[in-house]
């Protein structure tokens, strides 16, 4: 059973910065993707980011660009979401999420096979 956990969630002030971290188990595949989802109350789930744990080659949403950094530690099945100046608009539970494919693709959640439970972010102002 494919396990996703999430972890390094939690309150930080307007312009902190936090790191979660997404472990996944229970799979046998060897080429697959990672995401970063986010959904805030009221509003529709959005991909924050994602990799390639076979290639590489990170992709964001605009709105992260520059701030977020998405990384994998292979060895250890991690995915990290490093989040640096962060803002009140950033707050929201924040999945992670797997597709068994190779590329990223266009961070739909309909592409993505697996989800984490989430973690909270909240930044105040």
């Known amino acids: 059973e494919v396990q996703l956990v999430e972890s390094g969630g939690g309150l930080v002030q307007a312009g902190g910065s936090l790191r979660l971290s997404c472990v996944a188990s229970?799979?046998?595949?060897?080429?697959?993707?990672i995401g970063w989802f986010r959904q805030a109350p009221g509003k529709a789930r959005e991909g924050v980011s994602c990799?390639?744990?076979?290639?590489?080659?990170?992709t964001y949403v605009g709105s992260v660009k520059g701030r977020f950094t998405i990384s994998s530690d292979n060895a250890k099945n991690t995915v990290y979401l490093q989040m640096n100046n962060l803002k009140p608009e950033d707050t929201a539970v924040y999945y992670c999420?797997?597709?068994?494919?190779?590329?990223?693709?266009?961070?739909?959640?309909?592409?993505?096979?697996?989800w984490g439970q989430g973690t909270q972010v909240t930044v105040s102002p």
């Open positions: 229970g799979f046998r595949y060897e080429d697959y993707s």
């Open positions: 990799i390639s744990v076979t290639e590489g080659n990170p």
């Open positions: 999420t797997l597709r068994t494919l190779t590329y990223c693709g266009g961070l739909h959640p309909d592409e993505y096979d697996y």
